[in-house]
């Protein structure tokens, strides 16, 4: 875990001297938005958010960070228990194809770290793990710098951990 958030440092370090730049030709961009994750036994949802750095027209590295915002609630035998979304992190290698100046499409694989609770009465369990990441999506910039960002990044968690969808609308901002 502490390997994720070096790494994020170390790309945000990396993406600084980029941010004077903006337009098509912009070294770095950020986004935030609300991520829904599908999970094999819970759905939850998240604030997201983004930090990248293009290393040219056809590849970035990016790091993504999220913070819980909606739990999944269960009942088994009567008794109520919940799953919350605590915290996830991941980095990723981003391979693009812009379309046009406004419309880009990309493919994206990386490694992160979902941080899940299950409350129940008399037990709480942590759940999650570490899983490898990959997913499609694609930005559309409204007026070059300012745009909207879908995806849908596929979570194989790893120790048959299962799998999880997360859907993800953000704004987006190239620096």
Excluded: C
């Excluded at 590849?59 to 269960?74: I, Q």
């Excluded at 919940?82 to 990723?92: L, N, T, V």
């Excluded at 981003?94 to 941080?115: C, I, M, N, Q, W």
């Amino acid at each position: 875990m502490r390997n994720i958030f070096l790494a994020a440092a170390a790309i945000s370090a990396i993406a600084a001297p980029a941010f004077a730049q903006s337009g098509p030709d912009a070294r770095g961009y950020g986004s935030l938005g609300y991520t829904h994750l599908e999970g094999d036994s819970a759905t939850t949802g998240a604030v997201t958010g983004r930090l990248g750095v293009n290393l040219n027209r056809y590849l970035a590295l990016e790091t993504e960070a999220s913070v819980g915002v909606k739990d999944d609630d269960f009942t088994v035998a009567g008794i109520d228990g919940s799953i919350k979304h605590e915290w996830d992190a991941a980095g990723y290698v981003v391979g693009k194809y812009p379309v046009s100046d406004k419309l880009e499409l990309f493919a994206r694989g990386g490694y992160g770290h979902t941080e899940l609770k299950q409350e129940f009465p008399g037990a709480n369990t942590d759940v999650g793990g570490d899983s490898w990441n990959y997913g499609v999506g694609a930005n559309y910039y409204v007026d070059g710098v300012n745009g909207v960002r879908a995806d849908w990044t596929r979570r194989d968690f790893r120790d048959n951990g299962g799998e999880a969808d997360a859907y993800s609308v953000s704004y987006i901002r190239r620096f």
